[in-house]
């Protein structure tokens, strides 16, 4: 069977919500990334045969998101295209959906991914079509309508984070501890390089002149635990999820170009790491905090590795809580976890984190001799999916 080989990737900086990136469409972001990742791996935009893209508000984005960013991003139109709305996992399930594909000898070489424009969602009208005899009608922000609630229970996703974190017993002064880590570690990563090579500046143009974006907006370098302290609860004044230990609303995309083992190595291509396995599993609604390890125990069982063969984590920060409670679930060495901070710190473009936390996976791998890791994600409505790659030294 054919093995899927990564040859390169890029990401934008990720912006804050109504920030440096928000004048751009999700689709401008990722063709920015998409074009990036080819010039990375060395790839020719003609030599991709097909392109897999997550996108999770699409409202008001026109037809096929995924083709828009590919054409952008300087593929040819001739390419195929698809878009994947897995919400917070789209990037990391497009990705694991050319490995498929390449396994089942559909494909040699493809471009996967994801972006994210939350600024831009749009709001919408209900029943507007046909006009409304009378009365008040309600309108609908779309990024909280379709992207960040559950619709069985109609809740909000940090209500049902807040909820499950309280049954689970993960307490408020743990959760800000994990907070903090993240910013100190992202701001770190930051400052030695390790954060800006796996970014492609995006400069906007406006009647003022270019303003370059080279580094992600949300990391907080006055973070503190006093500070993290003070702030509200998200659902009560003293409840346990607050804007500090949960992720940003994000703007950004992030591609990664994947390959057979075999064009690569006929083509010359350098190989940068291999996706061992792959796993996606399913819970109950509410529970995103179960999912990433359940999924990544699933990926571990398919590969036949154990769990002290891992060498690196990337889990995703949806909220503190399902970073800890992964950590928990698992057993993992916290030192081994976002060791360039997380998505709390980062931000979570909802679309594009799933191919973020797998392209700096791949690299902090390389960075460190090789090894084996692990990307693992939850997403909205009870699901999870996890990548297993390996990395060798040279």
Excluded at 50 to 65: D, R, S, T
Excluded at 67 to 86: C, H
Excluded at 238 to 244: F, I, L, P, Y
Excluded at 286 to 295: G, Q
């Amino acid at each position: 069977m054919p093995k899927t080989v990564i040859l390169g990737s890029a990401r934008t900086p990720f912006g804050k919500m109504g920030g440096a990136l928000s004048s751009l469409a999700a689709t401008d972001l990722g063709g920015h990334a998409i074009a990036a990742a080819l010039e990375n791996a060395e790839v020719s935009p003609d030599e991709v045969q097909h392109v897999v893209f997550g996108q999770v508000l699409q409202a008001g984005q026109g037809q096929v998101p995924s083709r828009q960013a590919q054409i952008k991003g300087g593929i040819p139109k001739e390419v195929s295209s698809e878009t994947v709305n897995k919400v917070c996992a789209s990037g990391i399930r497009s990705a694991g959906m050319v490995d498929q594909a390449v396994r089942a000898g559909d494909l040699d070489v493809a471009v996967a991914g994801g972006m994210e424009s939350m600024s831009n969602a749009p709001y919408m009208l209900e029943k507007a079509r046909f006009g409304y005899r009378m009365g008040d009608a309600k309108m609908l922000d779309a990024m909280v309508h379709d992207g960040l609630t559950n619709p069985f229970s109609g809740k909000q996703m940090f209500a049902e984070a807040t909820e499950v974190g309280d049954e689970l017993e993960i307490t408020r002064a743990d959760m800000d501890r994990w907070a903090l880590r993240s910013h100190e570690l992202a701001i770190q990563a930051t400052d030695e390089g390790r954060l800006p090579e796996e970014i492609v500046s995006v400069t906007i143009s406006s009647r003022k002149g270019d303003t370059v974006v080279e580094i992600d907006e949300a990391p907080r370098r006055e973070s503190s635990l006093e500070s993290l302290a003070k702030l509200p609860g998200l659902t009560a004044k003293e409840g346990s999820h607050t804007a500090g230990n949960s992720p940003g609303v994000n703007d950004g995309a992030g591609a990664v170009v994947l390959a057979s083992e075999e064009w690569a190595k006929a083509n010359g291509k350098t190989v940068l790491g291999t996706i061992v396995a792959q796993a996606a599993v399913a819970d109950d609604f509410p529970y995103l905090a179960r999912t990433p390890a359940n999924a990544t125990r699933l990926a571990l069982e398919k590969a036949g590795i154990e769990l002290e063969d891992i060498d690196l984590f990337e889990i995703n920060e949806a909220f503190a809580s399902v970073a800890i409670n992964s950590l928990r679930m698992l057993g993992a060495d916290e030192s081994k976890v976002n060791v360039n901070g997380g998505a709390i710190a980062l931000g979570h473009p909802i679309g594009a984190s799933g191919a973020r936390i797998l392209a700096s996976l791949v690299r902090e791998l390389g960075r460190r001799g090789g090894g084996l890791g692990v990307a693992a994600i939850c997403s909205g409505g009870g699901q999870g999916d996890a990548v297993i790659v390996e990395v060798n030294g040279g």
